[in-house]
């Protein structure tokens, strides 16, 4: 795993991505062509930010599967510094609103 924080949030991205097509079945095309593009930190913030993410997430929730949601890993403690308090806020709302504490 990398040593950098960044990096290793990036890495972190991709596995979600791969976690949630072998266990659900969902085969989120345009989550990793976000991160190939802007990698795995601007991808969670622009998710954060807008409503794209919604689907995703309401798809994990179908399959019980919110730990590999973005939301979900934007709040444990080894990336708190790669996001804003805000981000993290409106990550944890999100997973409130489909039952799942983090």
Not at 72 to 86: I, P, Q, T, Y
């Amino acid at each position: 795993m990398p040593s950098d924080p960044g990096r290793r949030f990036h890495v972190a991205m991709q596995d979600i991505y791969l976690r949630a097509k072998s266990d659900c079945g969902y085969n989120a095309t345009r989550f990793l062509q976000m991160i190939s593009e802007a990698g795995g930190v601007e991808t969670a913030r622009r998710l954060l930010r807008g409503t794209d993410a919604q689907y995703g997430l309401q798809v994990l929730w179908e399959h019980g599967r919110l730990d590999l949601s973005v939301e979900a890993h934007v709040l444990k403690d080894e990336v708190r510094d790669l996001l804003s308090d805000e981000e993290r806020q409106i990550a944890e709302g999100r997973l409130r609103a489909y039952g799942w504490t983090p």
